[in-house]
């Protein structure tokens, strides 16, 4: 198995493979989506195979579907591709543990929350 290899730089500029992601994470009817405050542009499908401690921390911070919530997320990224509901996220999350969860969104993240 090829060992996965995480480059960050602060312009937002990813490679698969595994690290620590801070964003905007929505969840809602066919929405299950992950919003990199470093990359505005960029939309993640974000993919679990069972209900992970992310859904729970999801659950108890938003009032309502969709509700903007910041994480900090270790995990892994997927190359650049078609992924989620009709293919129409930048990448693929595959998240193993939270770091953070607030739903006070920090000022350094703001921009992610509107796109």
Same mark, same amino acid.
């Given at each position: 198995?090829?060992?996965?290899?995480?480059?960050?730089?602060? #312009?937002? %500029?990813?490679?698969?493979?595994?690290?620590?992601? =801070?964003?905007?994470? *929505?969840?809602? &009817? /066919?929405?299950?989506? @992950?919003?990199?405050?470093?990359?505005?542009?960029?939309?993640?499908?974000?993919? #679990?195979? %069972?209900?992970?401690?992310?859904?729970?921390?999801? =659950?108890?911070?938003? *009032?309502?579907? &969709? /509700?903007?919530?910041? @994480?900090?997320?270790?995990?892994?990224?997927?190359?650049?591709?078609?992924?989620?509901?009709?293919?129409?996220?930048?990448?693929?999350?595959?998240?193993?543990?939270?770091?953070?969860?607030?739903?006070?969104?920090?000022?350094?993240?703001?921009?992610?929350?509107?796109?």
């Amino acid at each position: 198995m090829a060992v996965l290899i995480y480059l960050f730089s602060s #312009f937002g %500029n990813y490679t698969e493979g595994e690290g620590e992601f =801070s964003g905007i994470v *929505s969840f809602g &009817f /066919e929405t299950q989506s @992950f919003k990199p405050c470093d990359s505005p542009g960029e939309r993640w499908w974000i993919w #679990f195979p %069972n209900q992970s401690d992310l859904v729970e921390y999801y =659950s108890s911070l938003a *009032s309502r579907d &969709f /509700e903007p919530i910041y @994480f900090e997320i270790e995990g892994i990224i997927t190359e650049s591709g078609n992924y989620g509901h009709l293919g129409s996220y930048n990448r693929e999350l595959r998240p193993f543990r939270v770091i953070a969860a607030n739903n006070i969104i920090p000022s350094k993240c703001e921009v992610s929350r509107e796109s």
